[in-house]
């Protein structure tokens, strides 16, 4: 999206309002040498962490926090920073309450272990990002529940917050702990650890429960008092207040309240997604997430009625946002973040109603360099125009889910595609001109055999061969296989899921017989979805195993490198919980379930009747395709599906739904080349010519919360500065053009730097090269993010010597923190290494082996054309100045540390300044 340049006049207002409004709204951390209140500001918790940028706030669009708000919020996400902030529902709620006048809202997430445990020697807890506020000072602690595998990180969120972790335990002295997200629809499991859970979606009840909360405040209000009131609330539900009794052979008896004006079940809560809150200035993390990218939910909700899709079933009624709408947003919110890549959300993008409408509405003005994805894409959803659209973004990859190999499986749970089909839609994919192909399978589904299995490589070793004949350059299949886990409020959870060794069996015996040559084959841990299977299914007796097994060090369990079954299979077996009573154990059809204290809003027989439909292998339609109810019971006065019109115009037929037409017209076989689908179209062909352009070099500096971003993490957000300021930058050409922006030495991790510089390359016919670099500099200036700050600019003449050739060396100071202890003898071992370094000009400076390389020992003096030891306050301050050679040089902790041997340095109390990066005479002129 390339707009030309603003007016003089029309910018510079602007820009008055934007640095007004900045000024005023973001409050940014002060990392500096001083702790002012709290160790998550402090040099010496960051510097001795492992990546810090996700302890410090300093994200562009962060919300303005209103401190004397009468109800505080405190968002939790049981992960680290880049799992939670990939998550669009967060966002979401984060920005509702903050714009709210009763509430504000702040964000913790999960230390990462070696965080955990510094927080402990320091002996200090864990706080909020945005004003490092002790979490025992907020009113609520809200948690979003998205994965079995994060439970045990809430209890290291409560622990490390200073938090009793059982609610029993807590008081008005603290935050009451509301959950939210898909496990809460069996809560029981953490039922010990929560005031209380939200069931279904949010917008709505958290601005009621933020009312409540006003009238009566949380460390003011007897909790019971408040807790009673909380669960009159619909759609909030409140463990403590409820009774579970258990019959002699552990299964539920029944359920009783306390209360008689409390619900029994608690009813989820559904919004309309027409014209529902979203924030199009959503927060951009200066260092990189899992899902780095814009997003926007386009539908809410499914029909398909896969049995195994819990999400599926929750989510009901389908709710869409209106394609015109969905445009305009989406515009917004890419201006508003410098994302290069538009995620259109939703359990299946391609059942939107028009969904073609809004990609042609995007594309419209739309840079090619920025991407749009649908990353819920379904087989039979696949329509070929919207591909040959989105080919013109030069995707080369898209993601495909048959879920089971054989179509006798795929009736079992209701995905009703045969084999044609699916090829129909591949060879339209293929025609396209996409190059990866990634295949989504389930390995444990109920009735499944090792037939099953066979066919499931068949299918994978067809489409092989297909990709081959079909994509001659650098072809990939990527086939990923998970094995299936029973789940809450689907089909299934009257199941019996394989157990560990039967999991391993067939994952062993799919590598076995998976082809080789293009094809990539992953496989989810077994264990893994053991325990999930168990905290899925489980009662309120599986918290005492969740307890344990964190209490013996059980940390993100789904993550490879801290995920220790050994110890999870300890915590059962003192806790005496049976994996097979949860795992192993095929419900009878009248068993009640620990989770049916809350509805989905689908009910009960709708399940019952799709597992005995998926038992005798028979699928069930789609209530959009023959306009007929399913009796799901999900549609009501309030919310019914917002399903298909009418009639279908053929040529937004998806490629799935003509072979279907031509299967019963007698045409050919689908694996041939269908007349319907054009040749590739030539956009997707690398663009090889080249885009006369001009370098404009910018001046700037990395303070504050940047300091802690790693270069790679700093070259896109300065890209992400550049696309929000509307720079028309020039890219590199093929399948995945990337913005050419150079450096001249790469910046570090932790020292602030100070007038260092940038280059990018700005299209000639774009207008920009006729802008004063003053008024660029202020326009970057009003959309950087916190701690960047850019100086001055200079358009470069054509041929000029290239930034890292131009660097010849660098300024820094090194002082110490406060904290630092021994600070006479560093000062004593300081001032004789400077000597003897005077005396005989050597100093050698020893590197570690690392990524292949063997160690070595440098000399130091090479590089060293200035040294001076001074002191401010009683601390020892060194100042430098260090040359570069084709980009090598040596660190300033490099150089002080070898300075003061044989005393040893802990880099943890060292703060260093980068002051000023060299350049010769002819680069620099501005």
Known sequence: MVNPPYSTVDFGLKLTIIRGIRGFLYHIPDISNKNKGGTLVSHLFLNSVERPSRYVAGEFNQKPIDTEAQVKWCFAFPDVYEIGMSFTGMSILYGLINQSPLSSCERVFTPWVDAEKRLAELGETLCSLENNRPLADFDVLGVSLQHEMNYTNVLTILNSGGLPIHQRNRDQRHPIVIGGGSCVYNAEPMAEFFEAFVIGDGEEVILEITHLLSEMPVHQTDREELLHALAKIPGVYVPSLYEVFYQADGTIDGFKKKYEDIPIPVMARKVQLNGAYIDTAPM??????????????VLRGCTRGCRFCQAGYITRPIRERPSNELVRLSQEMMKNTGYDNLSLLSLSTADHKDLGGIVDGLLEDWDPAIGISLPSLRIDGFDQRIATRLAELHQSGFTFAPEAGSTRLRKVISKDLGDREIFATLNGVFQKGWQTIKLYFQMGLPTETYEDLDQLVDLVKRVRNMLIEKVPKRPKLNVSVNPHVPKPFTPFQWSVQDDLETLKEK???????????????????????VLEGVMSRGDRKVSKAIERAWELGCRFDDWGETFRYDLWMQAFEETGIDIGFYNQRERCEHEIFPWELVSCGVVRSYFLLEWNRAIKGKATYDCRDRRTCTICEICTEDYRHDLYRPEVEPEAMTLVELERARAVSGENDACGTPEEIPEAPEAIA????????????????KTGPARWLSQLDLQRTLIQTFRRAELPMTHSQGFNPRPQVSFAMALPLGPECHSEWVDVSIR???GFVETSPEMLVGRLNGVSAPGISFASGQWMEKGSLPLAKSAIGTEATVRFIPETPDLGEIQKALEEGVSQFENERTLTIPRPARKGKPAKTLEAADFIEHLELDSEDGFPVLKLRLSSENGKSVRPEEVIQALAKPYVLDRVYLDVSRDRLILREEGVSV
């Open 284 to 297: 951009v993390p200066s260092s990189k997430t899992i899902h780095d990218r814009a997003a926007i939910e």
């Open 507 to 529: 994952a062993r015996y799919l590598k076995r017989i998976m082809p080789r040559g293009p094809v990539k084959f992953s496989y989810h841990e077994p264990e893994l979805s």
């Open 686 to 701: 690398p663009n090889s010519q080249q885009i006369p352009s001009t370098v404009l070099r910018l001046e700037f500096s």
């Open 764 to 766: 000639d016919d774009s």
